[in-house]
């Protein structure tokens, strides 16, 4: 059995040299090395950025949408969208592990897991698309993927259905990373307050800011925006165009009485929305872009020509923990809990 490097460098087709999430094309045989896991592939969570551009692209034709799937991952061996660099994740059944894991996972061939790495990295094989849930951004297929030896993942709890964890574990970093930056008594901004990753934001952004700290959700319609308010999950809501920056900062000045947030939290999966979230958030504080649909050079240029001083944190989906804070907002939510398997189970 072939050795494999632990970063997954040894499936690289091109360009030699760049590890699996950067390169164009990765090799996707499903005949694993001595360090990697085979998993069976039961769905795929699509990023939500992702799923929407393809959704556009594709004129909500769910046929189109398979074609294009198909094509992302015949043409690259796995589903990186090359218009948001995102990908998403998955739920799948270890079929086999590689012997240079053994002592170093507590896998065994038969455990179900959702996989806590980018599909824009993993290799993968679409045999067949079953069902798309184009509301909630899952795929339904049959087909294989590869888990590098870096690659972490969670093994799904036995107290939730399978994709109630999927669609929070998907998301888990955004309330991980909310729960470690969020002090007590900070203003935080939470944009697209009335998604997943908003929703989850918003529980321990209210949570860790406590009675003194005060936190607004902004969501992208009255729909979205009642979520939130049905939940008690902010202290202030309101309808806003994320594109619209002044806008927005006009309004979070308002309510702040012009001393602006402490944490500003992006969870919009569209464009241009980096300039509402730095005007909304006061010098020194901090900006958490969650959302893969974030530019890096309109916010860092964005923020210099505005004078702001803010610190800006990438998304990165993991943060230690990560997993197990996620699923833990939704036993200690019975409402969230709820609100989820409506929407996602």
């Known amino acids: ?34 360090n990697e ?7 795929l969570n699509i990023d939500s950025a992702s799923f929407t551009q393809i959704e556009k692209q594709a004129g909500g034709d769910l046929e189109e949408i398979k074609k294009i799937m198909h094509h992302l ?21 270890v079929k086999e592990i590689g012997p240079a894991l053994e002592g170093k996972t507590d896998l065994k061939v038969g455990d179900k897991v959702a996989t806590l790495v980018s599909l824009s990295l993993t290799p993968l094989v679409i045999e067949e698309i079953l069902e798309i849930r184009p509301e909630i951004d899952q795929v339904d297929i049959k087909g294989q993927a590869i888990l590098f030896e870096s690659g972490i993942y969670a093994v799904l709890p036995n107290d939730m259905p ?33 998604g997943k990753s908003g929703l989850l934001c918003l529980y321990e952004a209210k949570k860790r800011a406590g009675v003194t700290g005060q936190v607004i959700c902004i969501g992208g319609s009255e729909k979205s925006l009642q979520r ?10 309101f309808v806003g165009d994320a594109t619209d920056a002044v806008a927005i900062y006009n309004k979070v000045a308002e309510l702040t009485d012009g001393k602006l947030a402490d944490l500003v939290i992006n969870c919009v999966n569209i464009p241009n929305t980096e300039m509402a979230s730095i005007l909304a958030c006061k010098d020194d504080g901090t900006v958490y872009f ?18 702001k001083d803010v610190n800006m944190i990438i998304g990165n989906g993991y ?12 036993r200690e939510s019975p409402g969230l809990r709820e609100l989820f398997t409506k929407m996602y189970a």
Not at 12 to 25: H, I, N
Not at 228 to 237: K, R
Not at 319 to 330: D, F, N
């Open 1 to 34: 059995m072939k050795k494999g490097c632990p970063y997954g460098t040894h499936r690289v087709l091109e360009p030699k040299g760049v590890l699996p999430q950067p390169a164009e094309k990765i090799d996707n045989t499903m005949e694993i090395y001595d």
């Open 37 to 43: 896991i085979l998993l069976d592939v039961q769905t």
């Open 73 to 93: 991952v015949d043409t690259q061996g796995k589903h990186k969208n090359p218009v948001t660099g995102s990908g998403g994740m998955l739920i799948g059944t």
């Open 162 to 194: 399978e994709n109630l964890a999927l669609s929070v574990l998907d998301v888990a970093g955004a309330p991980a990373q909310a729960a470690k930056l969020v002090k007590p008594g900070d203003t935080v901004v939470v944009v697209g307050g009335g």
């Open 228 to 237: 939130a308010i049905d939940l008690d999950l902010a202290d202030d809501y």
């Open 290 to 307: 969650f959302s893969m649909a974030t530019s890096f050079t309109k916010a860092a240029l964005g923020a210099e020509g505005v004078g």
């Open 319 to 330: 943060t230690k923990g990560h997993a197990a804070i996620a699923l833990e907002v939704l």
